[in-house]
């Protein structure tokens, strides 16, 4: 396994490269002109030029990427334009409330999700299969933003019960993550039925039954560990989106993350810091997709790392 852990390591070196060169292209089309913006709108000509010489956009575009692979290598991602420090500094102040979120949303999502698509499947055609199948539709459906507004409106504005924006606590955490959760638990709910369904009919899991093991042990140890490969999968691209960062619901809860940091960045034009948050989305989302390759081998044995 650790050779394939390390050559898979490898492998993400050209990607990140590649990302890096595409994520550069796109930032510099954003319209607008940090120089501008830094110079202020009654700067001349002369002192805008000025600033972009200090910010070194003055060079051509291949210039300035070869320069910020540079300066990568050394560890050296620039200033912010809009608060002047480290954006290094900047990231690690907003990525801690986006893990939190991500985490506490995904975590929500597997377990409820899990047990509702379970509950469904052994109850194939009942009214909890339906009620299920149905929430889980409505679940997909509804934006998260609307979702995240009337949870606010609610239990924020009419009951008091949680912060109504812009709150980092945990009583702050859990109108976010509720929002953020809602879909990929409704799409957790549906993979797991649909693939524990499969796996039921299964020589196994038949066999396990005539030995005359329980229900429970039945369905937990031999059908479900084996349904859960496809949704591991799943699961780990939605994990990979959340930490990606929740612009939308962020932006909702004023919840100052990654997401509430993008949004910034771009009205700002602050293009140190939108190279590297877009740079840290793309490698979370690799590193993600990783652990659910590795992930597989617990759940199955039989998987061999070649």
Do not use: C
């Amino acid at each position: 396994m650790w050779r394939y852990l390390i050559r898979r390591l490898i492998e993400l070196v050209p990607t990140l490269l590649g990302v890096s060169i595409a994520v550069f292209l796109f930032i510099h089309a954003i319209p607008g002109d940090p120089a501008r913006l830094l110079a202020g709108q009654d700067a001349t000509l002369a002192d805008v030029e000025a600033m972009r010489a200090r910010l070194g956009l003055n060079h051509s575009l291949p210039v300035q990427y070869l320069y910020f692979v540079r300066n990568a290598l050394r560890g050296d991602f620039g200033l912010s334009y809009r608060q002047q420090v480290p954006v290094l500094e900047v990231i690690r102040e907003h990525f801690l409330p986006t893990l939190l979120l991500s985490v506490s949303a995904i975590v929500l999502a597997f377990v409820f999700g899990v047990l509702s698509g379970v509950m469904a499947a052994t109850r194939r055609n009942s009214w909890l299969d339906l009620v299920v199948t149905g929430v889980s539709a409505t679940g997909i459906s509804i934006p998260s933003f609307f979702l995240g507004i009337l949870l606010m409106y609610l239990f924020a504005v009419n009951l008091h019960w949680f912060p109504v924006t812009g709150s980092t606590s945990v009583r702050g955490l859990v109108l976010p993550a509720v929002s953020l959760a809602l879909a990929p638990l409704a799409t957790i709910a549906r993979f797991v039925r649909s693939s524990f369904l499969e796996v039921v009919g299964e020589d196994f899991v038949r066999t396990a039954s005539a030995k005359g093991l329980s229900d429970r042990t039945v369905t937990f140890k031999h059908a479900l560990r084996n349904a859960l490969i496809p949704v591991v999968t799943m699961t780990g691209l939605q994990f990979g989106f959340l930490l990606g960062g929740a612009v939308v619901i962020e932006t909702v809860f004023n919840y100052t993350g990654l997401g509430w940091l993008l949004i910034q960045s771009i009205g700002f034009r602050d293009y140190p810091v939108l190279q590297v948050l877009l740079l840290l989305f793309a490698l979370e989302f690799m590193l993600v997709n990783l652990l659910v390759d590795l992930t597989y081998g617990a759940l199955d044995p039989r998987i061999r790392y070649g």
